[in-house]
C-alpha cells in the first residue's frame, strides 16, 4: 500500500504557473498525475517511469513537465501558461514498477492520492 498527498493546488489567471507536488509514503518508481474536470471522466495528464522516461497527454505537451525529487521521492508537475481548460482536480498516481515504463493505464490500477485543486480563470 502506498500513500499519496497531493499538495500546491489554487487559482491562477490564464497564463499562470503552478507547481504540483505529490508525497509517497514510501517509496514508488511508477508515478503520474490525473485530472478529473466537473461533469468530465477522469484522464491521464503526465507520468514519469523509472528509467526517466515521460509521457505527456497532447493537450499539456509543452506546458506542463512532470518531474521527481529522488532524494525525497516527491512528484512535481508543473504547469505554466495554464488554460481555463486545464481547471480540475488533479490526482497524484503510482504503482509498483513492474520493469516497463509507466502508463497511464498501468496507474489507473494503482495507488491514488486526494487530489489538489486547480482552477485558472480567464
Known amino acids: 500500500q502506498v500513500q499519496l498527498v497531493e499538495s500546491g493546488g489554487g487559482s491562477v489567471q490564464a497564463g499562470g504557473s503552478l507547481r504540483l507536488s505529490c508525497v509517497p509514503s514510501?517509496?514508488?518508481?511508477?508515478m503520474g498525475w490525473f485530472r478529473q474536470a466537473p461533469g468530465k471522466e477522469r484522464e491521464g495528464v503526465a507520468t514519469?517511469?523509472?528509467?526517466?522516461?515521460?509521457t505527456y497527454a497532447a493537450s499539456v505537451n509543452v506546458r506542463f513537465t512532470i518531474d521527481k525529487d529522488y532524494t525525497k521521492g516527491t512528484l512535481y508537475l508543473q504547469m505554466t501558461d495554464l488554460k481555463p481548460g486545464d481547471t480540475a482536480m488533479y490526482y497524484c498516481?503510482?504503482?509498483?514498477?513492474?520493469?516497463?515504463?509507466?502508463?497511464?493505464?498501468?496507474?489507473?490500477?494503482?495507488?491514488w492520492g486526494q487530489g489538489t485543486q486547480v482552477i485558472v480563470s480567464s
Open positions: 498516481a503510482a504503482k509498483e514498477w513492474d520493469g516497463t515504463n509507466c502508463s497511464f493505464e498501468k496507474l489507473f490500477r494503482g495507488f
Open positions: 514510501r517509496s514508488v518508481h511508477c
Open positions: 514519469l517511469s523509472a528509467d526517466g522516461f515521460r
